[in-house]
């Protein structure tokens, strides 16, 4: 929030879609390093039968986010991966398409 020159509590956060859960398969790399400092984020992976780990970006976001103070986070229910009729997926289709992300600050 220092870099932003504003209160956490301040903010908003809206986490728009992303791959979810049921779809994105990180290694056991990916995951040591989302989760070093922050042993609860252990929770966001879930082993699967290949010997990696499921992870979910929405609760690794809404978890780094509220530990710097921002308590308003919205948003982070559809899967780019799942909803082929709405969203890209490089994973799903192995091209790319172009989606955006806003931020704003009000005055």
């Known amino acids: 929030m220092e870099a932003l020159q504003v209160a956490p509590e301040r903010l908003v956060a809206w986490l728009g879609p992303a791959i979810g859960p049921e779809h994105f398969e990180v290694g056991a790399e990916v995951r040591e390093a989302l989760v070093k400092g922050d042993l609860g984020a252990e929770a966001a992976f879930v082993p699967n039968a290949r010997g990696r780990f499921m992870a979910d970006l929405n609760a690794l976001a809404r978890r780094r986010l509220a530990a710097l103070g921002v308590s308003r986070i919205y948003g982070g229910g559809h899967c780019t991966?799942?909803?082929?009729?709405?969203?890209?997926?490089?994973?799903?289709?192995?091209?790319?398409?172009?989606?955006?992300?806003?931020?704003?600050l009000e005055p």
């Open 81 to 104: 991966y799942a909803e082929q009729d709405r969203y890209f997926s490089h994973r799903r289709d192995g091209v790319t398409g172009r989606q955006a992300t806003l931020i704003w």
